[in-house]
């Protein structure tokens, strides 16, 4: 049996990719280059000063970097490492690089499953320094991701084209927070109308399939999930499975998450979920499909290809983790939720599809 509550937070180690012919493709991936982008508290391109201290920043030029299957170094072949004891990100001369750098099948950059980072502003215009771990004030977490390099994904061949790469949180635009907007300017239904250059259509649709995993009982498959039941704590997570069909292609695809403040209906019903305790929820894009419907565990869901950003769980809540091209061809995206580090939030509800209003709880798509 689950435990009482399951939740649907990424965990703070997520989950590595896993494989020996993914591991096979990092290495052959060794002495490319690629440059770095940051997406969350800074929105930009990753460059470097004189000295090698690698910092995000609008009047910074983009650094290439080279890699080397789980390590990296920049142009001058300087090794790129976690300085001590500030665990700020550096390329020295004569230093060995870090190793245990890893990039997912969509680019996203993680180490030793570390996936969120943190930047610092430095007082030198935006420009901020990356920290493994967060130091001093004024201090916020970014996703870093790669813009080459990357392993194919599961199943990706010339009869199955790759799924896009997502944008997460929307388009890198400069400093700050990045906004988390919904992809329309009104609640997403099936005949929605919108002014010229926006969306003319809108549909909104529910997963596929439910998966809960558990990491407390890492080889037990709970079976299939009709009523689609979410259940989130610190201990175990949900998949979401979203498929695709080749009518999708031209459009513009979303996954987008909402828990409302308060009930929709007039006479005041309760809210539609359980949500105890309080921390960040994560979203991951799953390398590959799940196993065979309610056999997939702990142990045998598919790696992570592609963290995304972190946020705080609450009523209220509307973010949208990924925005991206449909992919046009039949496809299956799989979509873990999991509680952030730190979290002991726990989540319970019935996922639901559009109602009339066209309101939605949970993680949903919306094709444009």
């Given at each position: 049996?689950?435990?009482?509550?399951?939740?649907?937070?990424?965990?703070?180690?997520?989950?590595?990719?896993?494989?020996?012919?993914?591991?096979?493709?990092?290495?052959?991936?060794?002495?490319?280059?690629?440059?770095?982008?940051?997406?969350?508290?800074?929105?930009?391109?990753?460059?470097?000063?004189?000295?090698?201290?690698?910092?995000?920043?609008?009047?910074?030029?983009?650094?290439?970097?080279?890699?080397?299957?789980?390590?990296f170094a920049d142009q001058q072949?300087?090794?790129?490492?976690?300085?001590?004891?500030?665990?700020?990100?550096?390329?020295?001369?004569?230093?060995?690089?870090?190793?245990?750098?890893?990039?997912?099948?969509?680019?996203?950059?993680?180490?030793?499953?570390?996936?969120?980072?943190?930047?610092?502003?430095?007082?030198?215009?935006?420009?901020?320094?990356?920290?493994?771990?967060?130091?001093?004030?004024?201090?916020?977490?970014?996703?870093?991701?790669?813009?080459?390099?990357?392993?194919?994904?599961?199943?990706?061949?010339?009869?199955?084209?790759?799924?896009?790469?997502?944008?997460?949180?929307?388009?890198?635009?400069?400093?700050?927070?990045?906004?988390?907007?919904?992809?329309?300017?009104?609640?997403?239904?099936?005949?929605?109308?919108?002014?010229?250059?926006?969306?003319?259509?809108?549909?909104?649709?529910?997963?596929?399939?439910?998966?809960?995993?558990?990491?407390?009982?890492?080889?037990?498959?709970?079976?299939?999930?009709?009523?689609?039941?979410?259940?989130?704590?610190?201990?175990?997570?949900?998949?979401?499975?979203?498929?695709?069909?080749?009518?999708?292609?031209?459009?513009?695809?979303?996954?987008?998450?909402?828990?409302?403040?308060?009930?929709?209906?007039?006479?005041?019903?309760?809210?539609?979920?359980?949500?105890?305790?309080?921390?960040?929820?994560?979203?991951?894009?799953?390398?590959?499909?799940?196993?065979?419907?309610?056999?997939?565990?702990?142990?045998?869901?598919?790696?992570?290809?592609?963290?995304?950003?972190?946020?705080?769980?609450?009523?209220?809540?509307?973010?949208?983790?990924?925005?991206?091209?449909?992919?046009?061809?039949?496809?299956?995206?799989?979509?873990?939720?999991?509680?952030?580090?730190?979290?002991?939030?726990?989540?319970?509800?019935?996922?639901?599809?559009?109602?009339?209003?066209?309101g939605m709880v949970g993680l949903?798509?919306?094709?444009?």
């Open positions: 049996m689950l435990l009482p509550i399951l939740t649907i937070a990424l965990l703070a180690s997520l989950v590595s990719v896993r494989g020996s012919s993914v591991q096979m493709n990092l290495q052959m991936n060794a002495g490319c280059g690629f440059h770095l982008t940051t997406t969350g508290g800074y929105n930009g391109s990753v460059g470097q000063l004189g000295n090698g201290q690698v910092r995000a920043g609008s009047d910074l030029s983009p650094s290439l970097f080279t890699w080397f299957g789980d390590a072949g300087r090794g790129c490492w976690w300085t001590p004891p500030t665990s700020v990100l550096q390329c020295d001369w004569n230093e060995q690089p870090a190793h245990g750098f890893a990039i997912g099948c969509y680019g996203g950059v993680s180490y030793r499953d570390q996936s969120e980072f943190y930047e610092c502003h430095t007082g030198d215009g935006d420009e901020v320094n990356l920290y493994l771990q967060p130091r001093g004030v004024n201090c916020l977490t970014v996703m870093i991701h790669a813009d080459s390099c990357r392993p194919p994904c599961a199943g990706e061949n010339s009869s199955s084209p790759p799924f896009p790469t997502p944008t997460p949180f929307g388009t890198p635009t400069g400093n700050g927070p990045s906004e988390t907007t919904s992809p329309t300017t009104s609640p997403p239904s099936p005949t929605s109308t919108h002014p010229p250059g926006e969306c003319d259509v809108v549909v909104a649709q529910g997963p596929d399939e439910i998966i809960l995993i558990d990491r407390g009982n890492p080889d037990t498959a709970y079976g299939p999930n009709p009523d689609m039941i979410v259940q989130l704590s610190p201990n175990a997570s949900s998949i979401f499975v979203f498929r695709f069909s080749s009518s999708d292609a031209g459009k513009e695809c979303a996954i987008v998450f909402d828990l409302p403040a308060s009930s929709s209906s007039p006479q005041q019903q309760p809210l539609p979920y359980r949500l105890t305790g309080s921390g960040p929820v994560s979203f991951a894009v799953l390398d590959g499909p799940t196993t065979e419907s309610g056999n997939t565990t702990w142990n045998e869901a598919p790696g992570v290809a592609m963290p995304l950003q972190s946020v705080a769980l609450r009523p209220g809540i509307s973010v949208e983790p990924m925005n991206f091209p449909c992919p046009g061809a039949d496809a299956e995206v799989a979509v873990l939720m999991t509680d952030g580090p730190g979290s002991d939030a726990c989540l319970e509800y019935e996922q639901s599809e559009p109602g009339p209003e066209g949903y798509l919306v094709k444009c």
